[in-house]
């Protein structure tokens, strides 16, 4: 699966279009993964995972902040995440099944929040974008 | 044995008595086709399927959506039932359409953002938690005569 000239443009786009909001967005993703799927809050035992939470508001910021990298340096995910990508590797070790699932709760938000902006290949852009985050994360697992 | 407490079966009503099937059936089906385009391989008689203004303005498409959503319709009336009310359609999927159950489960995760964009903030995390949970539980009995 590879990014197409296309589905980066759309990808910065979607990402400009949001600016600010990210931090936000990247709590309420969590916030709706951990309502939708409640086995991923195995991976924060040590959260307090109430609503309006500020490790959760914390931890969605960063979810957030890297995916703004991962789309400011789209030609070279790998690179912009290698760090990440260790850090999952060796320490945090989520099944990579969850990183889908961090995937659609982030569309999710997306799509409440700017439904025009989620047109069906603004979607297509941002699902491949958000796999290929997902596969570096997982890349050195084994 | 699947439990649906009142919240769940409230969310499920409110959301689908607003829902307007042949519009939402459609778009599911022509997101489900732009977005993973390998599904189109089931629909190889459907046309013109070269772009996602093709595949949007398909009127193959557009049947097919309507008649998929409300199928799901019966899901709903029968939210206690679903092994049983999929249970010749599961057969069908099968033996006759062939049709690898991850598809269910890729169509129900786009219905759900198909959802998410209509009702925006009325789309809340329970609403998200509680149909994330009807689709994954149809995508269930639709594979479960699967052999």
């Known amino acids: 699966m590879v990014l197409s000239a296309h589905d980066k443009s759309n990808v910065k786009s979607v990402f400009g279009k949001i600016g600010g909001q990210a931090e936000e ?10 309502a939708a799927y ?16 500020a490790q959760v508001k914390g931890h969605g ?6 995916l703004v990298e991962a789309a400011n340096h789209i030609d070279d995910i790998a690179g912009a995440l290698s760090k990440l990508s260790d850090l999952h590797a060796q ?11 961090l ?10 929040h700017h439904p ?3 047109t069906p290949d603004v979607h297509a852009s941002l699902d491949k974008f958000l796999c290929a985050v997902g596969t570096v994360l997982t890349a050195k697992y084994r | 044995m699947v439990h649906w407490s ?5 969310l499920i009503a409110s959301v689908w008595g607003k829902v ?14 732009i977005v993973y385009p390998w599904t189109q391989r089931f629909f190889d008689n459907f046309g013109n399927l070269s772009s996602p203004t093709a595949i949007i303005g398909n009127p193959k498409v557009r049947a097919h959506g309507k008649k998929v959503l409300t199928s799901f319709g019966d899901a709903i009336k029968n939210l206690d039932n679903l092994k049983v009310t999929y249970s010749k359609l599961s057969e069908l999927h099968c033996d006759k359409l062939h049709v690898d159950p991850e598809n269910f489960r890729l169509l129900g995760d786009i219905l759900i953002i198909v959802l998410a964009a209509h009702f925006t903030k009325d789309f809340t995390p329970a609403c998200q938690a509680t149909w994330q949970k009807l689709v994954g539980l149809v995508a269930h009995a639709l594979a479960h005569k699967y052999h």
Not at chain 1, 61 to 66: E, F, I, N, R
Not at chain 1, 103 to 112: D, E, I, P, Y
């Open chain 1, 61 to 66: 910021k960063k979810v957030a902040a890297a």
């Open chain 1, 38 to 53: 409640p086995q991923t809050k195995t991976y924060f035992p040590h959260f307090d995972l109430g609503k309006g939470s």
């Open chain 1, 25 to 34: 967005f990247g709590a309420e993703t969590l916030e709706r993964m951990f």
């Open chain 1, 91 to 101: 320490k945090l070790r989520v099944d990579p099944v969850n990183f889908k699932l």
């Open chain 1, 116 to 118: 025009a902006l989620l």
């Open chain 2, 20 to 33: 307007n099937v042949e519009e939402c059936g459609a778009e599911a089906l022509a997101r489900l086709l």
């Open chain 2, 6 to 10: 009142a919240e769940e079966k409230q």
């Open chain 1, 103 to 112: 995937g659609q709760c982030f569309l999710v938000v997306v799509a409440s």
